[in-house]
């Protein structure tokens, strides 16, 4: 059972990484209207497809921006959320969260994600010491542990456009 849970978190863990690169990169090309190349443009519009059929279904006409900062905003809450002894970071440190409801992570996770609150914990991955202290058992292994998802998300995003700027060159048609 730890072993398909040890696996369950590392799919979540690439996944999360993947999904926030392509979201970071339509937000990129939204906010400074970069052409993308036709694959990279085709990749972009898959990934857009999913979150606008889900917020078609609620009825709700949401801008590009918007739909990606939500996104992104729901991979920080659930980072979050998933976090080991999440009860002991400074935030919920001062609540007593054995009187919270039994799934009480699960409304955390929406009520973050909701208010782009967890686009703020994705900031604090560009400095860890915001919600790392010397009351956490092992402050260096979360620490190393954000940096290093930090850099693999700003390599592969650089990765992303400069592949794109040079595509005419490499997918000779």
């Known amino acids: 059972m730890k ?28 906010i400074f209207d970069i052409g993308l190349k036709s694959v990279f443009f085709e990749i972009i519009s898959y990934y857009r497809f999913i979150p606008v059929s889900i917020f078609q279904i609620m009825n709700l006409n949401v801008s590009k921006i918007l739909m990606d900062l939500w996104v992104l905003s729901f991979i920080g809450a659930g980072a979050y959320v998933r976090t080991p002894n999440i009860e002991c970071s400074r935030f919920l440190r001062c609540f007593n969260t054995k009187r919270f409801i039994k799934h009480w992570r699960s409304l955390y996770f929406l009520i973050l994600g909701i208010s782009l609150v967890g686009c ?35 390599f592969v995003l650089l990765w992303f456009f400069a592949i794109n700027a040079y595509a005419k060159f490499i997918f000779v048609s």
Not at 3 to 30: E, G, M, P, R, T
Not at 148 to 154: F, G, H, P, R
């Open 3 to 30: 072993n398909w849970k040890k696996n369950a978190d590392h799919i979540y863990k690439h996944l999360a990484i993947f999904i926030s690169v392509l979201s970071l990169a339509s937000l990129i090309q939204n």
């Open 120 to 154: 703020g914990i994705l900031l604090t991955m560009l400095s860890p010491f915001s919600y790392i202290d010397s009351m956490n058992d092992e402050p260096s292994t979360l620490l190393k542990g954000a940096v290093k998802n930090v850099i693999l998300i700003i």
